[in-house]
């Protein structure tokens, strides 16, 4: 019996199960981090850019939750994109439940954020005719000088900084920093860009006389009334002869996933036209 009751003794200690050490536990989100970061958080300016993508971001946090460091890992390989995802996540102080240790001390951490953005569906677009000109002026690097965009018929000034950026781009290819193709003065580049309505007349009016016409490119299609466009036709296609056959290719006016605002009665004509040309200011008597 003495036996019998120090095995039974026995028995029961081993079935008194032992706490299990406390192990680390990592920085945790509190919500879903992809709130944060939807369409009313998209910077503006990757918006008029198109830039979408993935940023990879390394965070510290400190043992209050907040996050102290933010380092791109993986960039979007837009600047905006980049910033912005750190910039939206060290502003929320309480979207982490910070690290803890073994000992169950709140601790400072690291945790890797993935955030993909998603370019945000356009509004429709209103049935309005509309112009703008635009009017840049480069040295013969393709240095800026001037930068001007203006609504028509309103000749009100327009912030244009990013779309002549786009057109200097387009510009160098041709004579930038070249010595053989580059003028010796300044180069004028005036863009006329337009929507019309029906059988409006163009609001950005007509090219002037000593341009040289290097792009002229359009397109003619019909808006439904729930907003949808159809039977676009191009209408103009003159490109550039030094543009890239490629590039020529995929200048194609008649790619769009434009909406439009709903109407009531018939279908509307719709055209939209861009004209671009230049010329030369300076150059030599005689040459």
Avoid at 98 to 120: N, Q
Wanted: glycine share 8%; net charge negative; charged share 20%.
């Amino acid at each position: 019996m003495r036996i019998y009751g120090v095995v039974t003794g026995l028995a029961l200690f081993a079935t008194v199960p032992v706490e299990a050490a406390p192990e680390p536990v990592a920085p945790k989100p509190r919500i879903e981090l992809s709130t944060l970061f939807g369409s009313d958080a998209y910077p503006p300016l990757a918006t008029n850019l198109g830039e979408d993508g993935l940023v990879v971001a390394a965070l510290t946090i400190d043992p209050l939750g907040a996050v102290t460091a933010c380092r791109i890992v993986t960039s979007s390989d837009s600047t905006s994109l980049d910033a912005a995802t750190c910039r939206i996540i060290t502003e929320h102080k309480t979207v982490f439940s910070p690290a803890h240790d073994a000992e169950g001390k709140a601790v400072a951490g690291s945790y890797t954020l993935k955030t993909r953005w998603i370019l945000p569906e356009p509004p429709p677009s209103p049935l309005n005719s509309m112009g703008q000109r635009l009017t840049l002026l480069l040295s013969n690097k393709a240095v800026i000088k001037r930068c001007e965009l203006r609504d028509m018929p309103g000749n009100v000034a327009v912030e244009a900084m990013t779309m002549c950026a786009g057109f200097r781009e387009y510009m160098a290819a041709m004579f930038g920093g070249n010595p053989e193709t580059s003028p010796p003065g300044d180069i004028e580049v005036l863009a006329l860009i337009d929507r019309t309505i029906g059988q409006a007349a163009r609001l950005s009016g007509p090219m002037p006389a000593g341009i040289t016409l290097i792009q002229d490119i359009g397109s003619e299609f019909v808006v439904q009334p729930d907003g949808t466009r159809t039977g676009c036709t191009p209408v103009s296609t003159l490109v550039v002869e030094t543009m890239g056959e490629e590039d020529a290719k995929s200048v194609d006016p008649c790619v769009s996933a434009e909406r439009f605002v709903a109407h009531q009665g018939a279908p509307i004509k719709v055209q939209d036209r861009m004209q671009m040309g230049y010329r030369l200011i300076g150059r030599p008597v005689g040459k």
